[in-house]
């Protein structure tokens, strides 16, 4: 009787304060939405949008201040065109925008562990053919010859492809050589590769606005960044200035690639080893466990 006296009173007192039940999908809702926030708030660092945030944020400490102080003129102000201002920032920022949904969309994370070899191996290069685009980038690079080739990975690059001319073939240091000679119809522009044919060439590729590229870099080297930035492919540039070869992926530039580390460096980056031994690790396992059963 005492006991329930006792719950009884703290029933009374203490109704306010209240402990939720905390579930297993509680947590993983709160594992998820940290991932998210996570996950944006780094973007937004790695844009200009960060810049809008911390604009932001000065304009809400004024309102406010003129909340605090009664400043009627500047709240209504602040109501009026908070709405227009909205509509601005999705317009200005469209291109960030635009890139973040693309990059979530290139994003795969089943599809690398449980694809096949032929479905993988379709999209990357062997390394006969990397040595034979390597022969022709360092025998340009030697002349100072520019050139513009870009590797097609998983994201379909057709929107470009339809820009240039249509080539459709087999890769040889002789034909990307003479594709990029001066004065020839097709130098101007980028040489387009998938599933190790050359498809197209003098393709026109999207120039990046990324502020923060060195102002030595030309054109060239800003369409290829630029094309790196919305899609997985892998650019190599070859400069006409100093005839440095350079890789563009992911949006960010490799400068200065030396010809013995050229064939590793894009296999590095295409992945194609990391996802041979995910592909052979689970066949491995299904291996190991049919012997067993």
């Known amino acids: 009787m005492q006991l329930e006296q006792i719950f009884n009173f703290l029933g009374t007192y203490f109704d306010w304060f209240y402990i939720p039940r905390i579930t297993i999908s ?7 939405i940290a991932f998210l926030l996570y996950h944006i708030m780094t973007w937004f660092q790695t844009t200009r949008a960060w810049t809008l945030i911390k604009g932001i944020l000065v304009l809400l400490l004024f309102m406010g201040l003129a909340m605090l102080f009664q400043f009627n003129t500047l709240i209504w102000i602040f109501k009026n065109t908070i709405s227009v201002g909205v509509i601005a920032v999705i317009i200005i920022f469209q291109p960030e925008f635009r890139r973040a949904l693309e990059q979530l969309g290139r994003k795969n994370f089943v599809s690398s562990i449980f694809s096949s070899d032929g479905v993988k191996e379709k999209r990357h290069l062997d390394k006969k053919t990397l040595n034979e685009i390597a ?11 520019g050139a513009l080739i870009v590797l097609e990975q998983e994201v379909h690059l057709g929107d470009y492809e339809r820009t240039g001319i249509a080539i ?6 002789q034909l990307l050589i003479n594709i990029f000679e001066h ?14 044919r050359i498809v197209s060439a003098t393709c026109y590729l999207p120039l990046s ?26 650019t190599i540039i ?8 350079s890789l563009a992926y992911n949006g960010r530039i490799i400068r200065n690639i030396s010809r013995d ?15 041979t031994n995910k592909v052979k690790w ?10 067993n059963s």
Not at 183 to 196: F, K, Y
Not at 238 to 245: I, L
């Open 168 to 173: 459709d073939s087999k890769i040889s240091s």
């Open 135 to 145: 022969k022709a980038v360092y025998s340009m690079s030697e002349v100072k010859t």
């Open 261 to 275: 580390n050229f064939v590793e460096q894009i296999q590095e980056l295409s992945g194609k080893e990391a996802i």
């Open 209 to 234: 606005d990324n502020l923060d590229i060195n102002k030595a870099l030309g054109t060239r080297h800003r369409a290829a960044i630029g094309v790196s930035e919305v899609s997985d492919s892998i």
């Open 183 to 196: 004065n020839t119809p097709l130098h101007d522009g980028a040489v387009l590769i998938r599933n190790g």
């Open 26 to 32: 509680d947590v993983v809702e709160i594992i998820i």
């Open 238 to 245: 070859v400069s006409e200035e100093t005839g440095a070869v």
């Open 282 to 291: 689970w066949k491995g396992l299904i291996k190991h466990e049919k012997s």
